[in-house]
């Protein structure tokens, strides 16, 4: 069965892959063609395509955040003084330069945005908050929650 990407509709393969490179994208292909039953090449195809139409973006580490002394995390609701377009991106690009920053969404609700943050303990947090977070440009004011415990944290 051919791959149909360029009609933005995937085969039971191509999401077979994602869920396959999602969960291990250091697998080989020729392990990765033996899951899905294909051949190598063309699970290399197929992989290649996904990847040039931006299915995948790309991959990396992950990290054990303990193991690197980042255990704690929390989540700040932030509120700007100004939502203009100019306002939200400056915004957006003064949050990218923030390491510390993990996370960060627009939110259609009571805040404008909820930023994930993570920190090696919560007086790192609480310097990170006043320090870094409350000078980004246009915060009004945030509040902050505290995770206990990470249930689930994973991508697609």
Same mark, same amino acid.
């Given at each position: ?57 790309? /991959? =990396?580490?992950? *990290? ?5 002394? @980042?255990? &704690? +995390? ?50 790192? /947090? =609480?310097?990170? *908050? ?5 000078? @980004?440009? &246009? +915060? ?17």
């Amino acid at each position: 069965m051919p791959i149909r990407i360029e009609t933005d509709q995937l085969d039971r393969i191509d999401h077979r892959i994602l869920r396959i490179l999602s969960a291990d994208g250091r697998i080989s292909i020729a392990d990765l063609a033996r899951q899905v039953g294909l051949s190598k090449s063309p699970a290399q195809v197929r992989v290649r395509k996904l990847q040039e139409h931006g299915y995948v973006l790309g /991959y =990396r580490a992950m *990290l054990n955040p303990a193991k690197l002394g @980042l255990d &704690h +995390v929390a989540f700040a609701e932030v509120k700007l003084t100004d939502t203009t377009e100019k306002a939200l991106s400056a915004f957006n690009a003064a949050v990218m330069k923030v390491p510390e920053i993990e996370e960060c969404h627009m939110i259609a609700g009571s805040f404008d945005y909820l930023i994930k943050v993570r920190t090696a303990d919560i007086q790192s /947090y =609480r310097q990170v *908050l006043g320090e870094v977070i409350s000078a @980004l440009p &246009h +915060v009004g004011a945030t509040s902050t929650h505290v995770s206990m415990q990470a249930v689930k944290e994973s991508g697609l």
